[in-house]
């Protein structure tokens, strides 16, 4: 990840191109290699696009309620 102030030239554009892309072993998603994100993009608020930050990646767990608990001993 690269941040710079002004938007990428067509030569870091390129580069990100060139690096390819990356698949983490336990997401089903692929991300580029290289990112580049402007300062002006990080002060209106945009995240890093990074795998393991994203909520699309996490499934949420099943609520058991009482069922898992242990009986109440003598």
Do not use: F, N
């Amino acid at each position: 990840m690269t941040c710079c102030a002004d938007l990428p030239t067509k030569a870091m554009r390129e580069e990100i191109t060139a690096a390819g892309k990356y698949r983490h072993p336990l997401l089903s998603r692929e991300d580029d290699r290289l990112q580049v994100i402007t300062v002006a993009e990080i002060l209106a608020g945009k995240r890093l696009d990074l795998p393991m930050a994203r909520t699309d990646t996490v499934k949420a767990a099943v609520a058991l309620g009482d069922a898992d608990k242990q009986a109440i001993l003598l």
